[in-house]
């Protein structure tokens, strides 16, 4: 049977053409892990059934921390998951089952998972508390990234991020994930799949049309810039519609 022994493999995505032109340099494994294991909290905060999802995983699934880190915080191309919005984390687990979302290696997770295990898995990560581990990886231009964060380009018709994730990136419930702190390669690769069109799962195609405008290097530029912002709770929705620009209801995950 297929269980804890199982380990998440690194894969070539979609983005491959864009990481091709970036020279990431990976961080230390050991060292986030020993970062995370001591600075973490809320780890043992689940029904010990969940906490067995986290850490051994199932006959058909592996373990959640085997790739995601023992507190959720990620590793390159792996996204962190603590203190990530919970409705956001339980959209994706669903669209990764479903196929909307395309990844092989979730969607062999999530199938695996029924609803109930994916709302608490959803919530015990949303309630880690972590202090970011990462900074700028990608050697991109931290002085662009933080005007694509903050103000946005409006000649190029790209809004700026706070618009819809917080004022820090520090994400909106229910709809909009948190950025800050996230790893760089994987928003980086994230968005590369928004621009390559393999990425679709968003009700109203925000993030296909915003990142189509986005060269590789405002990708890099924004990935990295966010790696430096400081981790703040999820923003509730009434937060941000102060904001010009910002959607003040929101009623489906839009990334």
């Known amino acids: 049977p297929m269980g804890a022994a199982l380990t998440c493999r690194a894969h070539p995505g979609p983005a491959e053409a864009f990481l091709a032109t970036s020279k990431p340099v990976a961080p230390s494994l050991a060292a986030q892990k020993a970062a995370a294991t001591q600075q973490a909290r809320g780890v043992e905060k689940a029904a010990p059934e969940v906490l067995a999802l986290v850490r051994h995983g199932g006959d058909q699934m592996w373990s959640c921390a085997s790739c995601h880190g023992e507190a959720g915080e990620g590793n390159a191309s792996t996204p962190r998951l603590a203190g990530q919005v919970s409705d956001y984390l339980t959209k994706q687990l669903v669209d990764f089952r479903s196929g909307v979302r395309d990844n092989a290696h979730m969607a062999y997770v999530a199938k695996a998972l029924d609803e109930s295990e994916i709302k608490a898995l959803a919530a015990y990560y949303s309630q880690i508390q972590l202090p970011s581990l990462v900074g700028p990886r990608l050697d991109g231009d931290l002085a662009r990234g933080r005007q694509l ?107």
Not at 191 to 211: C, E, K, T, Y
Request: charged share 15%.
């Open 149 to 255: 964060t903050h103000e946005g380009d409006w000649k190029q018709n790209v809004p700026a991020c706070v618009q819809c994730h917080g004022a820090s990136g520090e994400g909106v419930q229910p709809s909009f994930p948190a950025l800050a702190g996230q790893q760089p390669e994987y928003v980086f690769g994230q968005l590369a799949q928004w621009h390559a069109g393999v990425r679709g799962n968003s009700p109203q195609q925000l993030m296909d049309r915003i990142v189509q405008r986005m060269s590789p290097q405002d990708m890099r530029a924004v990935a990295d810039y966010l790696a430096t912002l400081p981790l703040r709770p999820a923003a509730a929705p009434e937060e941000v519609a102060s904001v010009p620009g910002s959607p003040s209801k929101v009623k489906s995950n839009e990334h």
